[in-house]
């Protein structure tokens, strides 16, 4: 009975211990070290690759749903872009998307005051001045 039990710890002891990463396997692929390992490094190997391809669909889809929006209201995604980098307003692709996604109204904000900007001039003293406020030509 004695020699039993260490043949039973000294056959456990012999495997080789299961990863994480070969866990999911069947077969030569799970069981196998030299396979498995094969298969764990060619499986990272795509790991590390879609990463940048998740990263590269989602700002593709955030340019688009950006560019809908603005197509909508009448505008073009670079004229915006542009016309918020020289005003100095910082929003990324991920906030904007979510403004025309969730909030319209601030997204029209933002692509009426590039039509503004592209016709007048924002600062330009040509323009019709909104309606309800008080400037000093005025006065």
């Not at 196998?32 to 790991?47: D, E, F, G, P």
């Not at 879609?50 to 990263?55: N, P, V």
Request: contains cysteine; charged residues 25%.
């Amino acid at each position: 009975m004695f020699v039993m039990w260490f043949v039973k710890v000294a056959s456990s002891l012999m495997r080789t211990p299961k990863s994480r990463t070969e866990q999911h396997y069947y077969g030569r692929k799970q069981n196998c070290y030299s396979v498995a390992i094969k298969y764990v490094h060619r499986a990272l190997r795509y790991n590390t690759l879609a990463r940048k391809l998740r990263k590269n669909d989602a700002r593709e889809l955030w340019t688009t749903r950006i560019s809908a929006g603005c197509t909508e209201l009448g505008t073009k995604y670079p004229d915006m872009k542009l016309m918020m980098d020289e005003s100095s307003i910082a929003l990324d692709r991920n906030m904007l998307q979510n403004l025309a996604i969730w909030e319209p109204r601030s997204f029209r904000a933002l692509a009426l005051l590039t039509k503004s900007r592209q016709e007048v001039g924002l600062n330009s003293l040509e323009g019709p001045s909104p309606v309800g406020v008080v400037t000093r030509g005025m006065l």
